[in-house]
Each structure stands twice: as structure tokens, then as C-alpha cells.
T-cell receptor, first 111, second 113 residues
Framework: GESVGLHLPTLSVQEGDNSIINCAYS??????FIWYKQESGKGPQFIID?????DKRQGQRVTVLLNKTVKHLSLQIAATQPGDSAVYFC??????????FGKGTRLSVIA | KAGVTQTPRYLIKTRGQQVTLSCSPI?????VSWYQQTPGQGLQFLFE???????NKGNFPGRFSGRQFSNSRSEMNVSTLELGDSALYLC????????????FGQGTRLTVV
């Protein structure tokens, strides 16, 4: 498949462990944030979103935490599985302006 | 409900040619955004269309253009192709582009030789 990023930071985790992927965003006025998962050869897949009036949001096996004070976003994946191996992107948005993407983190799950 | 559909999936073009890519958004979605993805630059915003009007534009040369039709389908065109235009071109659709979920298509892989 296509290479999404040649020199991305990589997080390696053991299958069954929890994963935490971090993202520093740049615009203090951003009011909406999304995490995407991209597997090789595919488009980014929506995982979870959060608005700036929230600190935490949970989905199925995933939790997003937002710390507006330090402009930090994290994605926690519980009980990581081999199928979670992918590149993860955070994206921020202010109002009607376009989504701005981070560089991405490669998650590698060790079976 | 069908997802975002991009055609074609793969394209090989020669330098100097032009190319048109197509994106059909999720039914009911009125905002379509285009992104260029390369290993070196990541995901970079090209433009966004909402109700047939370009609402936002990224920092790309005028060779890159787009349009949106009344059924919300969108096309992007790249003229006078350069080797550096080789990339994965992604289209994302959302209801109105403002703080709502944006869903991507599989992308069109363009190779310029």
C-alpha cells in the first residue's frame, strides 16, 4: 500500500495494552477536534470528535481528552488490537475554517 | 448509507497534461473539501465548496481548481501537471463544514511521470 508518512513518530504497544496517542494543536481559537485513523491504501477514517466546550468524550474503546490550557489533545485506545495498527491524525477546526491536520503518529501493535 | 466516493482510484499522467478528479459526497452533505496527501507534507488543504461556492481556499497555485454541482458532487482539476503533483488526493464531506463530522473517501492516487 501507499506510504502515508515516511518519518512519522511511532508508538509500539503490546496487544491488549492501552495506547495513548498525543497531539499538540496550534490554534487556541479552535473549537472542534477530530481523530482519524488511516490504514495503508485507504482514506482517513473518522474515529471520534470533541468540541471545545468538553474535556473528555468516550466512544467504543476510545477516549479523547482535550486540554485547552496547553492546547493538547490525546486519543486513548483501550485493549489495543492488531487491527488498530495504522497512522492516527488529529485535526483541529475553528468555525467554518478548514480542518488542519497534525503530522500523524504511527501505531504499531505487537501481537 | 453510501460513503464518500472518489473516482478514479488511480491515475497515471504525463507532465504537462491536465487531470480531473471526482468526488460524490454522502447524501445530504453539502460541504466538500479536498486535500492533498504526500509523505513529506502530510495532509494539506486545497479548497472547500459549500452550496456550489468555494468557501475556503488553501495555499496552492492556480493550476489547482475545483467546482461543485447542484447535487453537491465536486470535481477538482489540475492543469499543467508537474512531477510534484504526484500524491493521494482526498475528498471529505460533511453536512455543513462547521463543527460537524467530516468523512473521507478512499482517495485518488495520482502519479505524474
Amino acid at each position: 500500500g501507499e506510504s502515508v508518512g515516511l518519518h512519522l513518530p511511532t508508538l509500539s504497544v503490546q496487544e491488549g495494552d492501552n495506547s495513548i496517542i498525543n497531539c499538540a494543536y496550534s490554534n487556541s481559537a479552535s473549537d472542534y477536534f477530530i481523530w482519524y485513523k488511516q490504514e495503508s491504501g485507504k482514506g482517513p477514517q473518522f474515529i471520534i470528535d470533541i468540541r471545545s466546550n468538553m474535556d473528555k468524550r468516550q466512544g467504543q474503546r476510545v477516549t479523547v481528552l482535550l486540554n485547552k490550557t496547553v492546547k493538547h489533545l490525546s486519543l486513548q485506545i483501550a485493549a489495543t488490537q492488531p487491527g488498530d495498527s495504522a497512522v492516527y491524525f488529529c485535526a483541529e477546526k475553528e468555525g467554518n475554517t478548514p480542518l488542519v491536520f497534525g503530522k500523524g503518529t504511527r501505531l504499531s501493535v505487537i501481537a | 448509507k453510501a460513503g464518500v466516493t472518489q473516482t478514479p482510484r488511480y491515475l497515471i499522467k504525463t507532465r504537462g497534461q491536465q487531470v480531473t478528479l471526482s468526488c460524490s459526497p454522502i447524501s445530504g452533505h453539502r460541504s466538500v473539501s479536498w486535500y492533498q496527501q504526500t509523505p513529506g507534507q502530510g495532509l494539506q488543504f486545497l479548497f472547500e465548496y459549500f452550496s456550489e461556492t468555494q468557501r475556503n481556499k488553501g495555499n496552492f497555485p492556480g493550476r489547482f481548481s475545483g467546482r461543485q454541482f447542484s447535487n453537491s458532487r465536486s470535481e477538482m482539476n489540475v492543469s499543467t501537471l508537474e512531477l510534484g503533483d504526484s500524491a493521494l488526493y482526498l475528498c471529505a464531506s460533511s453536512l455543513d463544514g462547521s463543527g460537524t463530522e467530516a468523512f473521507f473517501g478512499q482517495g485518488t492516487r495520482l502519479t505524474v511521470v
